[in-house]
């Protein structure tokens, strides 16, 4: 890691909260996959999840756009509560930015149609300006040479580099990445990792789920341990992967870091 | 030749079970390809017993322009039905001396359609351009202004009562079917009802039963002095009954398409409406284009039921030609006539498909 990038990452976040999540409780039938959830996260800070797969890591996340609906609790995100109001949440699915394990993105639009999509028509921008901020974005994922191509004739890394581009592309508050690096093969992982941690230097809000620990230990302000349905821990990634408090995540931290 | 006897030599130092195995494979090869001769040989001697006689009773032995008691002497083909009675079999009972008007709007109708054929013509223009050419085919077709005699509907038919039944039909229930289909998955139950009622009623009846209700059962349920035009309510019928098709062929698109495209779509925030339009049906119609035009063409194929409610189409306009003493009897030529125009529209249709098919995935590959 270079000298200027650790010293941005000791930058402590702001106070101000961007996200709060209050008593949050979800079911899938019967299954109670978030079990009071209590967390803030704040302006310019970056969280990582990580946990054993059907803790509820991907849920929670998900549940802060309302892709998925949480049943009890309050989520608060930049001063807008998601209810059932249809008009706040896509107002806030505009200011928070996604993206997916397997990048979804659009196989029938060209890449930059995948990202001028959104500011077009959602955000109203005239298309060629739209287009010109996406070139600008393109260029920051380094992939500006594909913009005519379509996501099939792209590789997974790229993909998932154009998917980070769309999301931008809306200049989200908040950027939530549920597994990026998950369906990737291993060589084009890096890749991926280093658009994130660009994005990181430049302070935007982030919540990672992922199981990059390298990743978490470099870039997270907090790490959060996730098992059940809870948050059995967080801390600073210093002391969450040198000085483990809970019997759970010690076991998992030995597991995953062999 | 040495090049040969060192390769067969290489196959020889190969282990036996292999040799076994290309002789086996030869073997069934051999088997196969003598299958394939006497398959090949019989369809030759079938191709050989019937193209020839037909061509010679299609262009050699046959009559082309006489009366019909010439033709009774004739060893081929009649042709003469068509030639002396196409003006009937293609207009009907539009007056004589007015039939340059359907024809008229019969050419600005293949035109814009020829037209329309070119992706890169779609544009707003065109959609200006058919409501212009839909105006002008109405006014030439109805008459009644810019000193046009009026014409009555109940003397449509022939070829123009057939494109207007199937162009208006087909047009008309390709956006209703996808509406149904779009109902069908909607969350509010009572949506979902009226759609899964509407397109399970509608596909449990056939054709001719709503074509009949359309014409017979219909008019009795409206109040006196009130009628609707025969032609409008079977046309009603083709698309109500069209429509509920596609709607099924539609959602079989939808179902295709994965979770993560809604949720991507969802997650830019765009609404409903715009992850329907932009994102899903985009690929999904393009999914089921195929199917749906098996559904158009049997559609257009289906139009010709409308005889049964006394529409005089392009099919009831050859057989009244074919209840014509003199023609009497010369119904295979006046029916390949029909089946020729019918081949037409519908290979026309099946190629377009087939080219826009490939355009719309040009450059794309599967993920």
């Known amino acids: 890691m270079n000298e200027a990038l650790e010293k941005n990452m000791k930058y402590r976040s702001s106070d101000e909260a961007m996200i709060e999540i209050i008593d949050v409780h979800k079911w899938f039938g019967d299954f109670h996959v978030l079990r009071g959830i209590n967390l803030t996260v704040h302006k310019q800070e970056r969280i990582v999840i990580c946990g054993p797969s059907g803790s509820g890591k991907s849920t929670l996340i998900r549940c802060i756009n309302r892709l998925e609906e949480h049943h009890r609790g309050r989520i608060i995100v930049d001063g807008t509560e998601l209810t059932n109001n249809i008009k706040n949440i896509e107002k806030i699915r505009a200011e928070v930015g996604m993206v997916f394990q397997h990048f979804n993105l659009f196989p029938h639009l060209t890449i930059l149609d995948n990202l001028t999509l959104g500011p077009i028509w959602v955000r109203k921008i005239p298309k060629a300006k739209a287009e010109e901020a996406a070139m600008y974005y393109l260029e920051k994922v380094h992939i500006a040479e594909q913009a005519h191509k379509y996501p099939g004739q792209l590789s997974g890394g790229q993909q998932q580099r154009v998917a980070i581009a769309r999301s931008l592309c809306m200049n989200p508050k908040v950027m939530l990445f549920d597994e990026p690096t998950s369906a990737l093969d291993p060589e084009m992982i890096k890749e991926v990792l280093d658009v994130m941690i660009e994005l990181a230097q430049e302070g935007m809000t982030m919540i990672v789920v992922t199981h990059e620990m390298g990743f978490a230990r470099s870039v997270a302000h907090r790490v959060l341990f996730m098992d059940f349905g809870q948050i059995v821990e967080g801390n600073t990634p210093q002391e969450f992967f040198d000085n483990p408090k809970h019997e759970r995540t010690k076991l998992f931290l030995s597991q995953i870091l062999h | ?367």
């Open chain 2, 1 to 367: 030749m040495e090049q040969a006897t060192f390769e067969t030599n290489i196959e020889d130092v190969k282990p036996p079970a292999t040799s076994v195995g290309v002789i086996g494979w030869v073997k069934q090869n051999l088997f196969n390809g003598w299958l394939n001769s006497i398959l090949t040989i019989f369809t030759f001697v079938v191709l050989w017993k019937i193209v020839p006689p037909f061509f010679r009773w299609a262009f050699i032995d046959s009559v082309w322009n006489t009366t019909g008691q010439a033709c009774r002497h004739a060893a081929g083909a009649c042709w003469s039905i068509v030639s002396a009675n196409y003006r009937f079999i293609i207009f009907g009972f539009y007056p004589y001396d007015q039939q340059w008007r359907p024809f008229l709007a019969m050419m600005i109708l293949f035109g814009l359609l020829f037209y329309s054929r070119n992706r890169k013509h779609w544009k707003k223009s065109l959609g200006y351009a058919w409501i212009l050419g839909l105006f002008t085919m109405g006014l030439l077709m109805k008459g009644g202004l810019f000193g046009l005699v009026p014409v009555e509907t109940t003397k449509w038919g022939g070829l123009p009562l057939t494109l207007l039944l199937s162009v208006f039909g087909l047009t008309a229930a390709y956006p209703l079917g996808v509406v149904l289909a779009l109902g069908r998955r909607s969350k509010l139950p009572a949506i979902k009802v009226l759609c899964i009622l509407y397109i399970e009623l509608i596909r449990g009846v056939p054709l001719i039963s709503l074509l009949f209700m359309s014409s017979i059962i219909f008019p009795l349920f409206l109040p006196e002095g009130i009628t609707i035009n025969k032609i409008l309510r079977a046309q009603v019928a083709i698309i109500l009954f069209t429509a509920a098709y596609i709607a099924e062929v539609v959602r079989g698109g939808l179902q295709a398409m994965s979770r993560g495209q809604y949720e991507a779509a969802e997650s830019l925030g765009l609404n409903y409406y715009l992850t329907m339009r932009l994102v899903i049906l985009p690929q999904a119609l393009k999914i089921v284009i195929p199917p749906t035009v098996s559904i158009l063409i049997s559609a257009f194929k289906d139009t010709s039921l409308v005889v049964i409610i006394a529409l005089w189409d392009l099919l009831k306009t050859t057989q009244s030609v074919l209840s014509n003493p003199e023609w009497m009897g010369f119904s295979r030529e006046a029916y390949i006539f029909i089946a020729i125009f019918y081949f037409l529209g519908c290979f026309s249709m099946s190629n377009y498909s087939r080219k826009l098919e490939k355009e719309l995935s040009a450059g794309e590959e599967s993920r």
